[in-house]
């Protein structure tokens, strides 16, 4: 029993999921991660029924809910053991939506809505977290940009039909600011030069992760999203979203795992009775609970913030707090899962160890736990900087 009281949108959308999960459930997942193949029959349902389309205006072909729905959205997704992250991907590209000129929004929105999958494109082999270093460069040429490097840990790269690329147009040894001289646009995923390379990534989840290299891509101008070189600023409105979806996205999968961990004690007879009632397996499914109930508050007070419109250190500061508090308590609530279970834990067939693996990435991914921490004590707590 989860202790957030959804609004009616939220509960149509829960209903929604959980009549879907019955069709495509957790063994339909599987089936898909074991071939790391694309929820094609699942995602063409969900784009039917107008779900892509949450948080974009209706005279774009959306619904114009909130972020907090779109939260909601995710975490039911994750809770059911189907959620996949290429719908992260989708919700990131908010960045058009809130910063692209009316031409793009009327020419990429309606995609988007219909279902047409957005890939996002920041990370890079040697910039990692330090995103102001990183070199892929679009060079403007006329009517166009050329783009030339790469990027990694782009998820469906190959599978998307359009991209949002994150790249500068000014080499950072050239700009006086570090945040100066990054520029974001929106293409199509095989413009003619680039070129995609499968990762290999051990976590059990059916999307694959690329490096895509650009060799002399040509985008046109007009499809630059917001201002040249002043790329950074309209950054952090997608990150901060990106903070929240993740943390939905491990809350779900953690509350999934709990709720396995809890069947299973609840059935297990040991000693003549269930295991729950044993302290050493309740107590940790208990703060499991707790955890993973304090996240989802951190997660709605960060989606209320953004819907708000809220000043922005603000908004930071509670994406970032959800992202951190989820993604550990989902964690911990796959370890007590799994040591409910015992040595069954470890099996495939009870679906909690094929859990914990994607959950440990979010500690990770989208950015590492330890430069949330950073983040926090250099903005907030007024700490020096280390790096």
Same mark, same amino acid.
């Given at each position: ?6 609004? *009616? ?6 209903? &929604?999921?959980?009549? +879907?999960?019955?069709? %495509? /459930?957790?063994?339909? $997942?599987?089936?898909? =991660?074991?071939?790391?193949? &694309?929820?094609?029959?699942? $995602? ?7 779900? %892509? ?13 909130? !972020? ?5 959205? @995710? ?36 995609? @988007? ?6 890939? %996002? ?43 949002? +690329? ?33 990762? /290999?990534?051990?976590?059990? =989840?059916?999307?694959?992760? !690329? ?12 499809? @630059? ?10 950054? &952090? ?32 007879? +040991?000693?003549?009775? *269930? ?8 107590? *940790? ?6 955890? +993973? ?12 913030? @953004? ?23 989902? &964690? ?11 040595? !069954?834990?470890?099996?495939?067939? !009870? ?37």
């Amino acid at each position: 029993m989860e202790i957030i009281e959804y609004t *009616p949108e939220q509960r149509s959308i829960a209903d &929604f999921i959980d009549k +879907l999960s019955k069709k %495509f /459930d957790r063994d339909y $997942w599987c089936k898909k =991660a074991e071939k790391e193949d &694309f929820l094609k029959e699942m $995602w063409d349902v969900i784009a039917e029924n107008g779900y %892509f389309g949450m948080v974009v205006p209706e005279e774009y072909g959306g619904f114009d809910m909130k !972020y907090a729905d779109a939260a909601v959205f @995710l975490q039911e997704f994750a809770k059911h053991g189907i959620a996949t992250f290429h719908f992260i991907g989708m919700f990131m590209n908010s960045i058009l939506l809130g910063h692209g000129s009316e031409d793009l929004k009327k020419r990429f929105l309606p995609k @988007l809505c219909a279902g047409d999958f957005f890939s %996002f494109a920041i990370t890079e082999p040697d910039a990692g977290t330090n995103t102001f270093k990183m070199r892929a460069l679009a060079v403007k040429e006329g009517d166009y940009y050329r783009v030339n490097g790469q990027k990694i840990f782009i998820t469906g790269g190959d599978e998307s039909k359009y991209m949002v +690329l994150v790249v500068r147009t000014i080499p950072y040894d050239k700009v006086k600011n570090k945040k100066d001289g990054i520029s974001i646009f929106v293409l199509d995923s095989h413009t003619e030069g680039m070129v995609y390379h499968k990762q /290999d990534v051990e976590i059990f =989840a059916p999307e694959k992760q !690329y490096t895509v290299s650009f060799d002399n891509v040509m985008i046109p101008a007009e499809n @630059l999203i917001g201002e040249e070189h002043k790329g950074f600023k309209h950054l &952090f409105d997608g990150l901060n979203l990106e903070r929240i979806m993740i943390a939905s996205f491990a809350c779900g999968f953690g509350m999934y795992a709990l709720n396995k961990g809890v069947e299973y004690a609840n059935k297990r007879v +040991l000693f003549d009775k *269930p295991i729950a009632a044993y302290q050493s397996i309740q107590h *940790p499914l208990s703060r499991a609970y707790i955890g +993973l109930n304090f996240a989802t508050m951190a997660i709605q007070t960060a989606a209320k913030a @953004l819907d708000e419109k809220k000043d922005s250190k603000f908004v930071g500061l509670y994406a970032n707090m959800a992202k951190l508090t989820a993604s550990e308590e989902a &964690f911990k609530a796959c370890d007590a899962a799994i040591q409910a279970h015992g040595g !069954y834990g470890l099996t495939k067939e !009870y679906h909690v160890i094929n859990i914990s693996n994607l959950v440990r990435a979010l500690r990770v991914a989208p950015i590492n736990n330890e430069m949330v921490l950073n983040f926090i004590g250099e903005t907030y707590l007024n700490m020096p900087k280390s790096y």
